[in-house]
């Protein structure tokens, strides 16, 4: 059965005051990842505490890491088809709630598994549901213009979160404890749940608007009857009207569509390497120095604190390079963006274990503003050869090679905390992620152009 509604978007032509509604939803989604990024960076401060505390192994603690990393990855392409289907509303404010409910469970636990339960389950399903599809879910919606800035935009909320949560939580894990750590985490995931509840809308039509740049269109089936979600989609793919191949197409079984725009993308050169250097740039990123270079540092006689700063400023620089990295995807092949910023990565990866110490020197101060600038910059130019390479499909793609990008980093994890514990350092770890990241840097530039399907 089938409603319609009535038509109340604005004629051709029609003023409209202020910003236009498309920069308030940016805004609220803003916000939304700027909090899950911070909750899942939160582990790389507590690696230290809960070594001290329980005489956990860092491969242990890794471990749970792993498992958070892992789903983190595997529930984004499964999330944006949960968010054509009931809406991102719903899907951002219950994975707030779950997010909160496993970091303060956490308080309570006594054995490891209850580290892997609650941190790595819990927390990682519900940042998970926030990730980086998210954010595109949000740009092919709601933009027509403007996509790669937004996006960019977006993608650096993952670096504030990290620039306002590392440096609290650090203090609080050596002050109070860890637990208070635990805690703020929660705290602030139960207070932005209702903010995203109120304020964040799923489609232009549910406000009477056409995403912005958009030509305004006649009236629609109402969502969720199967042809008014198509429009959302076939705007975000750049196609115009919509087709009828987007969301619409699989409202009525979430996972089927998922897994069936992943085997039709299986399928296409374009997705292999697209998805293999995006799981070295997880490896690279969030799995080793998101996860241990505080407990390197650390290692070096660096003060927990000092580290996790170090980490903030990466956060302030990664801004930056990431709005930067959006604005160029809108004018500059996105591939050839990818090699430069993998190849750079890797290099510099390469000289980072000469620059550990006890202080802060200039050399490593360098490294870390070159590393903020890189850090998620490969974001924008990766959604804009999704969009290009699948059309509608584009963020449901996007969320499996983000899979692969966060599987990539449960690996690292796992890897670099194994060796450690056996060699007593993390060097090889650091060395072989920058080859890798090379290597990264070459399929990048093998991905060719790539054909809308």
């Known amino acids: 059965m089938t409603s319609s509604t009535t038509p109340v978007i604005s004629p051709p032509g029609a003023a409209r005051r202020g910003p236009h509604r498309a920069w308030y939803v940016a805004a609220v989604a803003f916000v939304a990842i700027?909090?899950?990024?911070?909750?899942?960076?939160?582990?790389?401060?507590?690696?230290?505490?809960?070594?001290?505390?329980?005489?956990?192994?860092?491969?242990?603690?890794s471990l749970a890491v792993s498992v958070n990393l892992?789903?983190?990855?595997?529930?984004?392409?499964?999330?944006?088809?949960?968010?054509?289907?009931?809406?991102?509303?719903?899907?951002?404010?219950?994975?707030?709630?779950?997010?909160?409910?496993?970091?303060?469970?956490?308080?309570l636990m006594t054995a490891s598994w209850h580290l892997l339960l609650f941190w790595g389950v819990f927390v990682g399903l519900g940042t998970g549901s926030m990730a980086l599809v998210f954010a595109a879910t949000v740009v092919d919606r709601w933009f027509v213009r403007h996509r790669g800035l937004v996006t960019g935009i977006l993608?650096?909320?993952?670096?504030?979160?990290?620039?306002?949560?590392?440096?609290?939580?650090?203090?609080?894990?050596e002050g109070p404890g860890w637990r208070w750590a635990s805690l703020a985490v929660a705290g602030s995931a139960l207070v932005v749940s209702p903010f995203v509840w109120w304020l964040l809308r799923d489609r232009p039509e549910d406000v009477g608007t056409t995403a912005l740049g958009a030509e305004p269109v006649a009236a629609r089936t109402a969502p969720g009857t199967?042809?008014?979600?198509?429009?959302?989609?076939?705007?975000?793919?750049?196609?115009?009207?919509?087709?009828?191949?987007?969301?619409?197409?699989?409202?009525?079984?979430?996972?089927?569509?998922?897994?069936?725009?992943?085997?039709?993308?299986?399928?296409?050169?374009?997705?292999?390497?697209?998805?293999?250097?995006?799981?070295?740039?997880?490896?690279?990123?969030?799995g080793l120095v998101g996860t241990h270079f505080i407990p390197a540092a650390h290692d070096h006689g660096m003060a927990e604190p000092?580290?996790?700063?170090?980490?903030?400023?990466?956060?302030?620089?990664?801004?930056?390079?990431?709005?930067?990295?959006?604005?160029?995807?809108?004018?500059?092949?996105?591939?050839?963006?990818?090699?430069?910023?993998?190849?750079l990565r890797g290099l510099s990866l390469m000289v980072l274990p000469s620059l550990f110490a006890a202080t802060t020197e200039p050399s490593m101060l360098i490294f870390i503003i070159f590393y903020g600038l890189d850090?998620?910059?490969?974001?924008?130019?990766?959604?804009?050869?999704?969009?290009?390479?699948?059309?509608?499909?584009?963020?449901?793609?996007?969320?499996?090679?983000?899979?692969?990008?966060?599987?990539?980093?449960?690996?690292?994890?796992a890897v670099a905390g194994l060796t450690r514990d056996h060699l007593g350092a993390y060097d090889l770890a650091w060395y072989g992620a920058g080859a890798l990241c090379l290597l990264a840097a070459g399929m990048s530039l093998a991905i060719g152009h790539a054909r809308n399907r």
Not at 233 to 251: F, H, V
Not at 262 to 276: D, E, K, V
Not at 332 to 342: E, N, Q, S, T
Not at 377 to 398: E, M, W
């Open 375 to 413: 850090w998620v910059a490969t974001v924008p130019p990766t959604v804009a050869l999704c969009r290009r390479a699948y059309g509608a499909d584009g963020a449901v793609v996007f969320g499996w090679v983000f899979a692969s990008h966060q599987i990539g980093a449960a690996v690292a994890a």
């Open 70 to 107: 892992v789903l983190y990855g595997l529930t984004a392409p499964f999330a944006a088809a949960l968010m054509d289907r009931f809406g991102m509303r719903r899907v951002v404010a219950l994975a707030l709630l779950l997010i909160a409910a496993g970091s303060g469970l956490t308080v």
């Open 226 to 286: 199967g042809t008014g979600t198509a429009l959302g989609a076939g705007a975000g793919a750049g196609t115009g009207a919509g087709t009828g191949t987007g969301a619409g197409a699989g409202a009525g079984n979430v996972a089927l569509r998922a897994v069936g725009v992943l085997a039709r993308a299986a399928r296409t050169r374009p997705f292999w390497l697209l998805a293999g250097g995006f799981a070295i740039c997880g490896a690279s990123t969030n």
């Open 34 to 61: 700027l909090g899950a990024a911070g909750f899942r960076a939160t582990p790389g401060v507590l690696i230290t505490p809960l070594r001290a505390e329980f005489g956990w192994s860092t491969g242990t603690i």
């Open 155 to 173: 993608t650096a909320g993952g670096a504030t979160g990290q620039l306002i949560f590392l440096p609290v939580l650090a203090r609080l894990a």
């Open 306 to 343: 000092v580290a996790a700063g170090l980490l903030a400023i990466i956060g302030i620089f990664d801004i930056a390079g990431t709005v930067a990295s959006g604005w160029l995807s809108d004018r500059i092949d996105p591939k050839v963006l990818l090699g430069v910023y993998y190849g």
